[in-house]
Structure formats: structure tokens, C-alpha cells
């Protein structure tokens, strides 16, 4: 992990097309500010992982389905 120390005002870039700027500090919060591209998606960590949880699921859903679905079309095919 890189750590870095910024002030308020002071900006970072990640590449060409990412900066973060530090907005304000309070207490144990920081603001931060993004300039991102368009089409590049940001989440808040927690959203993320329910994301990536969710997508886990479907995944293991569908081959779940898929199986159900081969041993179906066997047991017709089987029938004939």
C-alpha cells in the first residue's frame, strides 16, 4: 500500500485521467474530491463488495441452472 500526506487543497493524480484532492479534514472524516472520467465507475468499498458478492451468486446460480437444464433436456431426449 503507498501512503501518502496531503493537505487540504493539495491534489494527487493516478494516471493521466484520475486526480484526488483533499477537500477538508474534520475530526476523523477527510473530504475528498474525484475527477474521474466519465465511463469509469466508482463505489464506495461497501457497495463494491455487495457487488462483487452479488455477482458471485449469479454466477454460481447460473451454472446451478445450466446443470438443471442439461439434465432435463437428457432425460426428454432419453424419453424419445
Same mark, same amino acid.
Given at each position: 500500500?503507498? +501512503?501518502?500526506?496531503?493537505?487540504? #487543497? =493539495?491534489?494527487?493524480?493516478? #494516471?493521466?485521467? +484520475? /486526480?484526488?484532492?483533499?477537500? #477538508?479534514?474534520?475530526? !476523523?472524516? +477527510? !473530504? ?7 465511463? %469509469?465507475?466508482?463505489?464506495?468499498? =461497501? &457497495?463494491?463488495?455487495? &457487488?462483487?458478492?452479488?455477482?458471485? %451468486? @449469479? %454466477?454460481? %446460480? ?5 446443470? @438443471? @437444464? ?5 432425460? =426428454? /431426449?432419453? /424419453? !424419445?
Amino acid at each position: 500500500m503507498l +501512503i501518502l500526506t496531503r493537505r487540504p #487543497g =493539495e491534489s494527487i493524480y493516478l #494516471g493521466d485521467d +484520475i /486526480k484526488i484532492t483533499v477537500l #477538508g479534514v474534520q475530526g !476523523k472524516q +477527510i !473530504k475528498l474530491g474525484l475527477e474521474v472520467p466519465e465511463d %469509469l465507475p466508482v463505489y464506495r468499498e =461497501e &457497495v463494491y463488495l455487495r &457487488v462483487q458478492e452479488q455477482n458471485r %451468486l @449469479a %454466477l454460481q %446460480l447460473s451454472d446451478q441452472d445450466l446443470l @438443471a @437444464a442439461t439434465q432435463l433436456w437428457q432425460t =426428454e /431426449k432419453n /424419453k !424419445k
